[in-house]
Protein backbone atom coordinates (compact mmCIF):
# COMPACT_ATOMS: atom_id res chain seq x y z
CA UNK A 1 0.00 0.00 0.00
CA UNK A 2 1.19 3.35 -0.77
CA UNK A 3 2.12 5.81 1.88
CA UNK A 4 1.28 9.32 1.29
CA UNK A 5 2.96 12.46 3.60
CA UNK A 6 1.53 15.84 3.35
CA UNK A 7 4.08 18.89 3.76
CA UNK A 8 4.08 23.10 3.39
CA UNK A 9 1.06 23.87 5.48
CA UNK A 10 1.74 27.05 8.24
CA UNK A 11 0.26 30.21 9.45
CA UNK A 12 0.01 32.85 6.54
CA UNK A 13 -1.76 35.98 5.91
CA UNK A 14 -5.04 36.63 3.31
CA UNK A 15 -3.17 37.18 0.25
CA UNK A 16 -0.03 35.19 0.40
CA UNK A 17 0.63 31.84 -0.63
CA UNK A 18 1.65 28.28 -0.04
CA UNK A 19 2.52 25.31 -1.95
CA UNK A 20 1.44 22.04 -0.18
CA UNK A 21 3.82 18.77 -1.28
CA UNK A 22 2.66 15.23 -1.09
CA UNK A 23 5.36 12.67 -1.17
CA UNK A 24 4.51 8.68 -2.39
CA UNK A 25 6.64 5.92 -0.90
CA UNK A 26 6.09 2.56 -1.30
CA UNK A 27 5.33 2.12 -4.85
CA UNK A 28 4.62 4.63 -7.91
CA UNK A 29 1.42 7.00 -7.82
CA UNK A 30 2.49 7.50 -11.17
CA UNK A 31 -0.70 6.35 -13.01
CA UNK A 32 -3.14 6.99 -10.22
CA UNK A 33 -5.39 9.77 -9.98
CA UNK A 34 -4.26 12.09 -7.35
CA UNK A 35 -6.37 14.20 -5.30
CA UNK A 36 -6.23 17.37 -2.69
CA UNK A 37 -9.24 17.46 0.12
CA UNK A 38 -9.75 19.50 3.00
CA UNK A 39 -11.70 19.92 6.38
CA UNK A 40 -12.39 23.01 8.07
CA UNK A 41 -13.12 23.05 11.79
CA UNK A 42 -16.93 21.59 12.55
CA UNK A 43 -17.26 21.24 8.58
CA UNK A 44 -17.36 18.19 6.18
CA UNK A 45 -14.46 16.99 4.47
CA UNK A 46 -14.37 18.81 1.06
CA UNK A 47 -13.02 18.24 -2.43
CA UNK A 48 -9.91 20.46 -3.40
CA UNK A 49 -8.48 19.27 -6.49
CA UNK A 50 -7.68 16.45 -8.46
CA UNK A 51 -5.25 15.63 -11.07
CA UNK A 52 -5.34 12.09 -13.35
CA UNK A 53 -1.92 10.54 -14.14
CA UNK A 54 -1.87 11.70 -17.75
CA UNK A 55 -1.17 15.33 -16.41
CA UNK A 56 -3.45 16.94 -18.25
CA UNK A 57 -7.18 16.48 -16.80
CA UNK A 58 -7.76 18.40 -13.66
CA UNK A 59 -10.39 19.41 -11.66
CA UNK A 60 -11.22 22.16 -9.42
CA UNK A 61 -13.62 23.42 -6.85
CA UNK A 62 -15.75 26.63 -7.86
CA UNK A 63 -13.67 27.56 -4.29
CA UNK A 64 -10.41 27.34 -5.41
CA UNK A 65 -10.55 27.48 -9.07
CA UNK A 66 -8.04 30.69 -10.36
CA UNK A 67 -6.68 30.08 -6.96
CA UNK A 68 -4.69 26.81 -6.86
CA UNK A 69 -2.97 24.85 -9.49
CA UNK A 70 -2.19 20.77 -8.77
CA UNK A 71 0.51 19.11 -9.94
CA UNK A 72 2.70 16.12 -10.29
CA UNK A 73 6.58 15.44 -10.60
CA UNK A 74 6.09 11.75 -11.20
CA UNK A 75 10.10 11.51 -11.01
CA UNK A 76 9.63 12.47 -7.33
CA UNK A 77 6.26 10.51 -6.76
CA UNK A 78 5.28 13.69 -5.60
CA UNK A 79 2.01 16.13 -5.82
CA UNK A 80 1.60 19.69 -5.14
CA UNK A 81 -0.87 21.80 -4.71
CA UNK A 82 0.21 25.51 -5.02
CA UNK A 83 -2.48 28.27 -3.10
CA UNK A 84 -1.88 31.69 -4.39
CA UNK A 85 -4.33 34.56 -3.02
CA UNK A 86 -5.32 32.58 0.02
CA UNK A 87 -8.00 33.42 2.36
CA UNK A 88 -9.33 32.87 6.12
CA UNK A 89 -11.99 30.50 4.48
CA UNK A 90 -9.30 28.64 2.82
CA UNK A 91 -7.91 27.49 6.42
CA UNK A 92 -8.17 23.68 7.02
CA UNK A 93 -6.33 20.46 6.99
CA UNK A 94 -5.52 19.89 3.83
CA UNK A 95 -5.40 15.77 2.58
CA UNK A 96 -3.72 13.64 -0.37
CA UNK A 97 -5.35 11.08 -1.89
CA UNK A 98 -4.87 8.85 -4.45
CA UNK A 99 -7.32 7.04 -6.72
CA UNK A 100 -5.68 4.56 -7.77
CA UNK A 101 -8.32 3.04 -10.28
CA UNK A 102 -9.34 6.90 -11.53
CA UNK A 103 -13.14 5.86 -10.63
CA UNK A 104 -13.71 8.91 -7.82
CA UNK A 105 -12.59 6.54 -4.87
CA UNK A 106 -9.90 7.55 -2.59
CA UNK A 107 -8.34 4.49 -1.02
CA UNK A 108 -5.40 6.22 0.48
CA UNK A 109 -5.10 9.47 2.64
CA UNK A 110 -2.26 11.22 4.18
CA UNK A 111 -1.94 12.67 7.57
CA UNK A 112 -2.80 15.86 6.64
CA UNK A 113 -1.37 19.42 7.07
CA UNK A 114 -2.66 22.28 8.96
CA UNK A 115 -3.29 25.38 6.73
CA UNK A 116 -4.03 28.68 8.96
CA UNK A 117 -4.94 31.78 6.29
CA UNK A 118 -5.19 35.08 9.00
CA UNK A 119 -7.52 37.98 8.43
Known amino acids: QVQLVESGGGLVQAGASLRLSCEAS????????MGWFRRAPGKEREFVAA????????RYADSVKGRFTISRDNAKNTVYLQMNSLKPEDTAVYYC????????????WGQGTQVTVSS
Open 97 to 108: AEDLNSDDVYES
Open 26 to 33: GRTIRFST
Open 51 to 58: LRWSGSNT
